[in-house]
Structure formats: structure tokens, C-alpha cells
């Protein structure tokens, strides 16, 4: 079974959300309703039973209700306010007067009753009726006669317009309901289908961009919310991947190049001497030729499987604590014999201790590149000098040399794979240009920076920082 659409799920969860939402404000509103509705008839008995007490007089000791028959406005209130009226004896609990409306319902306390709503006036004054015609809110109140005697005085009101009032409420919420969850499936439906709209959009343009159009990007509102930002973060994957798929088409050229030029070589040498050679002499002068083109393709396969593993995260980098100085001496006497078969002076000036954390193995590849670019791009009777120092928190390597140097237009790519655009540092040398990207690549893996400075027949420097090793570290190698 297909899963549901994201659409399905929003206009679900409207839905949801929405009759959840009028639900409970439906509630909400007819608990609030019932309250003030039940607030206000307590309130309106209150306001009654005070406004009575101001007609009361005793005749004969009992209480009377004294007013102006012929004021409208008295007749009224004392009519509407007694409708439900009785009064009595609050020592015998005997029945002194009730109203009309109250002799009809056919209601009377018994006398434990009435002592038991005497003791409560003055802590609970509203109790209720409930009988077979109407349901009654009662208020009671205690007075006291001249001669000393008590009466309980009760007045009541019906509570049957609350009742009615919540049953409406109760029948439309009912209604409302329903047709307010049909209302949110509308809504949710046509806000999910406005929200994806975008979302559709940029899923379109996506398809639309396969690995020949990597250029394309996706389309940006302008408007800052999480759409742009998801299309801004897709743009920058795409701008990543178009890299990455340059420099793979970029590598493939390349190293197609470099492949071809040694094989043809070696082709060439093996057609020549099958249709010239006769002798073992030159039989064996081609081989030998034949084997140092060998030595370069091997050398070649090697630097672009180390530089691939390496980018790959397929090599391991030790974290040890190691003496740059001593590391950039060692190698530089093992370079020495090497710059001196070329007339080439090979110099050191190293500080003290130098430590860094780091790869000994990979940082003694760094040296050794470095050195041996140095010696081959430097011509007879040159100089080479090795440095390191520390310097605002970072160890510093330096190479030096009084070669050829590199033109302004090369310098800035002397780093990438297989760049060789120097025709002056690369004619007739050997490399593949991968010892550099594999120097980056270690330096950077030592969370250090590498540069360079050159001028054209000025010589080059080329710069390493590393970080210094913090006390802690562990031990030297």
C-alpha cells in the first residue's frame, strides 16, 4: 500500500487540530456560559431578598410586605420577586405564608429541614427545588421580629431560562461541530496543497537537472522562510557536486594525457627495435629505456592511488607529538648527497625543539616533496635552504630556492592535480603534478596552510604552518 502524500497528512492534521480546537472552545464556552448564567441568577435572588428587607414590616409580630399598590414600579418588583415566596416560623417551623406559585407546586420543608436551612443562613443562603414542574433556586434570610422572634424568608427563581439557554447552545454546538471539521478538511486541504506548492515547484526543477546541466539551480522566492533556505542549501550541494564532477573530467583528461604520453613512448621504442634493431646491444639500450618509462607509469599509479585513498579517508593519520626540527634535519642530510651530485648547496637553520602534533610518516613526505621540487627546479651552483621556526602559536617550515621559479599565471594552481603549466619548471623533469596535491592534502590534514611565494627566475618559498603542540600532548616521536 502507497504511502499517504504529505498533502493527505497536513490536511489530516488541520482537520484534527481545527475540531480538536472548536471542540474545546464549544466547552470552554458553555462552561463559561453555565457559570455567569448561574453567577447572575444567584446574584439577581441576592438583589431580591436585599430589596425586600425594605418592604418588610410585622403586624402582630409576623412579617408583612408593605407597599404602594398603585405605584407601577413597587406592584411590579414586589409581584415578580415574591412569585416564589414563603415564610417561616423559624423556632416551631411552621408555615406563616407562601405565595400562590408556591402553594401550586404543592412544596413544603418538613421541620428538620427548615432548622437545618436556619443554622445555614448566613454561611450557604442559595439551595434548590427540584420538582415534578420546575426546578427552583432558593434564597433564604433570617429576620428577626420586634418581639423576638425569627423568621426564615425564603424567595426562589426558576433556573429553567439557564437550562434552556445551555440546551441551544448545546443543540448549535452539535452543528457546529461537524461542520466545522468539514470546514478545516476544506481549509486544511487548501492550505497543504498552498504550503507544498513551492515544494512541488522546486521538485520539478530537480528532475529537470540531470549531470549535464549541473549548472542549473534551483529557484529562490526571496522570501527568507525555510523553502528558501532549502533550496539555498540544495544550491550549494549542486555547486559542490558540479565541482566535483569538474575536477573528476578534469582528472580523467588529465590522466588520460599522462597515461597516453608514456605509452605511446613506449610503443614507439618497441615498433623501432623490432624494425631496426639487430644486436643485443640495442636490444638492451631499449629495454632500459623502456624500464624507466615503466618506473615513471609505476610512480605515477602509486601518487594517484595514495592521493585517492587518501582523499577517500582510507589512510589513518597518527596523532603523535613530533620534533619538526629534528625531522627537517635528518632529511635534509639524507637530501644533502643528492643537491651536492647537482652542484646545489643545501642549507639548514632550525630552532631548538619544534613540536607538533601530527603523522611523523605523512610530515616526512611533506619535507621530502618539498626538498626534492626544490633541488629539481634549481639550477647549478644554486642554494636550497631548509628552515623552521615558531611563530605566534604555529610551527613554521620553510623551503627555499634560487631556481627558476614560477611564473604569476601558474602560481595560483600549483597545488591541483596533474598542473604542470610552467614550461620552464616542467620540461624535461619528471612528476605527474601530484606531489603537491598530496602535500595540501597532508598539511590540511594537520588542520595546517601551505603557500607559496615565487618569482620567475627569483626562486621559490614555499611556507607550511602547524600548528605547535600543547603541553599534554603525547610523547615525541
Known amino acids: 500500500m502507497k504511502p499517504p502524500k504529505i498533502s493527505t497528512k497536513l490536511t489530516l492534521f488541520y482537520t484534527v487540530v481545527f475540531t480538536l480546537f472548536l471542540a474545546g472552545v464549544s466547552a470552554l464556552f458553555y462552561n463559561l456560559l453555565e457559570y455567569q448564567l448561574d453567577k447572575a441568577l444567584r446574584d439577581d435572588l441576592e438583589e431580591r431578598a436585599a430589596a425586600l428587607r425594605g418592604y418588610l414590616n410585622f403586624d402582630e ?10 405605584d407601577p414600579e413597587e406592584a411590579n418588583f414586589i409581584t415578580t420577586a415574591t412569585r416564589y415566596y414563603q415564610v417561616y416560623d423559624a423556632t416551631t417551623a411552621a408555615m406563616i405564608r407562601r405565595s400562590p406559585a408556591m402553594e401550586a407546586l404543592g412544596f413544603q420543608y418538613t421541620s428538620e ?14 439551595s ?19 418581639d423576638g422572634r425569627s423568621y426564615l424568608i425564603q424567595i426562589g427563581a ?33 492550505m497543504a496543497k498552498r504550503v507544498l506548492r513551492p515544494v512541488k515547484a522546486l521538485g520539478e526543477v530537480a528532475q529537470e537537472i540531470g549531470i549535464s546541466q549541473l549548472h542549473r539551480r534551483l529557484p529562490v ?19 559542490r557536486l558540479e565541482t566535483a564532477v569538474g575536477q573528476m573530467q578534469e582528472f580523467t583528461a588529465n590522466i588520460s594525457h599522462e597515461l597516453r604520453t608514456p605509452l605511446t613512448a613506449l610503443r614507439g621504442e618497441a615498433a623501432v627495435a623490432l624494425a631496426n634493431a639487430r644486436s643485443e646491444s640495442d636490444y638492451r639500450r631499449v629495454l632500459e629505456s623502456q624500464l624507466e618509462e615503466f618506473e615513471k607509469l609505476s610512480r605515477m599509479v602509486n601518487q594517484m592511488l595514495t592521493l585517492a585513498r587518501a582523499e577517500a579517508g582510507q589512510i589513518p593519520i597518527a596523532h603523535e607529538t613530533v620534533d619538526l626540527s629534528a ?27 619544534v613540536m607538533v602534533v601530527g603523522d611523523s610518516g605523512w610530515l616526512e613526505h611533506v619535507i621530502l616533496n618539498l626538498l626534492d621540487n626544490a633541488i629539481k627546479f634549481t639550477q647549478e651552483s644554486g642554494r636550497v635552504k631548509v628552515s623552521v621556526s615558531s611563530r605566534e602559536g604555529d610551527a613554521i617550515l620553510e623551503i627555499h ?30 612528476g605527474a603534478g601530484l606531489g603537491l596535491s598530496l602535500v595540501e592534502w597532508i598539511v590540511k590534514q594537520h588542520h595546517g596552510r601551505v603557500n607559496v611565494e615565487s618569482q620567475t627566475g627569483h626562486g621559490s618559498i614555499f611556507r607550511v604552518a602547524l600548528p605547535l603542540a600543547h603541553p599534554g600532548s603525547p610523547e615525541p616521536v
Request: aromatic content about 6%.
Open 61 to 70: 409580630g409576623e412579617p408583612q410586605l408593605e407597599y404602594d399598590v398603585s
Open 113 to 126: 429541614e427548615v432548622k437545618e436551612l436556619v443554622g445555614l443562613v448566613g454561611r450557604s443562603d442559595i
Open 128 to 146: 434548590s427545588i427540584q420538582t415534578e414542574q420546575v426546578s427552583l433556586l432558593i434564597h433564604s434570610d433570617l429576620v428577626r421580629a420586634p
Open 158 to 190: 426558576s433556573i429553567r431560562p439557564r437550562d434552556t439557554a445551555l440546551t441551544q447552545l448545546f443543540h448549535i454546538s452539535l452543528w457546529l461541530v461537524p461542520a466545522g471539521a468539514l470546514l478545516g478538511i476544506l481549509l486544511g486541504w487548501w
Open 221 to 239: 522566492r526571496g522570501s527568507g522562510d525555510e523553502l528558501d533556505q532549502l533550496a539555498l542549501t540544495f544550491n550549494e550541494v549542486l555547486a
Open 327 to 353: 625531522l627537517a634535519r635528518s632529511l635534509a642530510e639524507q637530501m644533502e648527497a643528492v643537491a651536492w651530485s647537482k652542484g646545489i648547496t643545501l642549507t639548514a637553520e632550525l630552532d631548538g625543539k
Open 401 to 430: 630556492d634560487s631556481g627558476i621559479g614560477i611564473s604569476p599565471d601558474v602560481l595560483p594552481h600549483v597545488f591541483e592535480r596533474f598542473y604542470r603549466g610552467d614550461p620552464s619548471r616542467s620540461k624535461e623533469l619528471e
